[in-house]
């Protein structure tokens, strides 16, 4: 088996990381086992240590660090760090390219010294943040061995985290990118939107990119769907961050319309909401009388979002207009592998949006439009009500985005980078 050094500054026990997990899950069954390196656990305010479970195969390596996360405690409480968002970004403002540059040498140290025991046949490295490439093109010229840059999120695009960055700071994010883009031998991203802007910023450099989207693991989700758990009510979950451009205002005013015009479907109707929020992100909601829809939980550990998951009867998302062009939440594609209709406030232009009309698993609406969302509810309502299913999927669009299949078409591309690698030795 060969071995990959895999350079991940958020893994278990934080939580939010699926696409590394999975990665580590399933590459050693395609011939390829993660030697993972990541820092020991500090400020950690999504606590999943449950997912460790799935590392199967890989070896996980802990580093220190030296960046702001390394002043708290292991554990931090989610409330305060949401709170702590202006904080946050005021400190990424004064390092390039983030605050967790400090991880940088102790990343490439850790990666030198596990080169001395295990033999390393490619590096890997994902991002956010974007310190982890830094380490990684580092390694990829110590070690010689060909190195694949991971972009969970766009660097230096425009979203949500470069738009409230200074022009010099996203300039110089724009020199470090294009140098990571040009010591790597292949440059994955989560959606085509990444990719066409990279090409778009380094065209020279094109035929290095591949798109390996985000996924679900079907270990995670039962063969058949299960059942609501009340016949008479409609539960609709959202499991994911609330924010200043991810907001309930929607969601609200699409209940009071229901409640005016539909009241029979309104009083039956329960939003499950799951995930880190701030006092704030819920003054739509609380102290204006629709406290009796709506269950709110803080953030839960994965095992607990499947099971909120498959007691819903209708899933939904939420893409701020603001948010860019490269946002595609993960948690969509989790919602594919729970098989039930998504209602998604998206943009049109979305990658969100362009993935709900391939699979065909749900529907697009305005995200500021809420009568077109109450109608969607509504419609769905009175199919349960029938006994008719509402889940029209494509099976074989949303079996793309599979992680096994995802793991195995990168795990070939692996193939290919370490025996052209080494051909040349």
């Known amino acids: 088996m ?32 993660p030697l993972v390196v990541c820092p020991r656990p500090r400020g950690v305010y999504r606590n999943d240590p449950g997912l460790l479970s799935d590392l199967g195969e890989s070896r996980l390596f802990r580093t220190r660090s030296l960046d702001p996360s390394f002043l708290l405690p292991p554990r931090a409480d989610a409330a305060k760090v949401s709170g702590r968002r202006g904080l946050i970004d005021r400190l990424n403002k004064l390092f390039v390219p983030d605050n967790k540059i400090g991880w940088t040498p102790f990343a490439v140290n850790c990666g030198l010294s596990i080169s001395r025991t295990a033999a390393v046949d490619a ?9 982890s490439h830094l380490a990684g093109v580092l390694l990829g010229k110590l070690l010689r061995r060909p190195l694949v840059c991971d972009f969970r999120d766009a660097w230096s695009q425009p979203n949500t985290l470069s738009l409230k960055l200074p022009a010099w700071h996203v300039a110089a994010d724009r020199r470090l990118e294009r140098w990571v883009v040009a010591n790597s031998d292949m440059v994955t991203s989560i959606n085509g939107r990444i990719q066409q802007g990279l090409q778009g910023y380094h065209p020279a450099l094109s035929r290095r990119f591949w798109d390996m989207p985000q996924g679900f693991d079907p270990d995670d989700f039962p063969r058949d769907p299960a059942p609501a758990c009340d016949r008479d009510s409609f539960t609709i979950a959202y499991t994911g961050t609330l924010t200043e451009h991810r907001r309930l ?54 095992g607990e979002i499947l099971s909120m998951l498959r007691r819903a009867d209708a899933l939904w998302v939420v893409v701020g207009r603001r948010e860019g062009p490269t946002v595609s939440t ?35 609406l305005d995200p500021d439009d809420h009568a077109a969302l109450a109608g969607a509810i509504a419609g769905l309502f009175r199919q349960k009500m029938a006994g008719r299913s509402a889940y029209r999927g494509d099976a074989g669009a949303v079996a793309r985005y599979d992680r096994r299949e995802i793991a195995r078409r990168f795990a070939r591309r692996l193939d290919g980078l370490a025996d052209k690698w080494a051909a040349r030795r």
Not at 256 to 283: C, K, M, Y
Not at 334 to 363: F, H, M, N
């Open 249 to 302: 205002d929607v969601v609200a005013r699409a209940v009071r319309l229901l409640a005016a015009e539909q009241p029979g479907i309104a009083s039956r109707l329960v939003f499950t909401l799951a995930g880190v929020h701030r006092p704030e992100d819920l003054r739509p909601v609380l102290g204006s009388g629709l406290e009796k829809q709506f269950r709110i939980h803080g953030y839960l550990p994965h």
């Open 330 to 364: 993960s948690k969509i594609y989790e919602y594919l592998g729970a098989r039930k209709p998504i209602l998604a406030s998206v943009p049109a232009d979305s990658p969100a949006a362009g993935l709900i009309g391939e699979t065909r698993s749900g529907v697009v």
């Open 2 to 33: 060969r071995n990959l050094l895999f350079l991940a500054y958020y893994f278990p026990p934080s939580g939010g990381v699926l696409r590394l997990v999975k990665l580590a899950k399933y590459l050693p069954r395609f011939g390829w086992r």
């Open 123 to 131: 590096i890997f490295s994902s991002a956010p943040p974007f310190s």
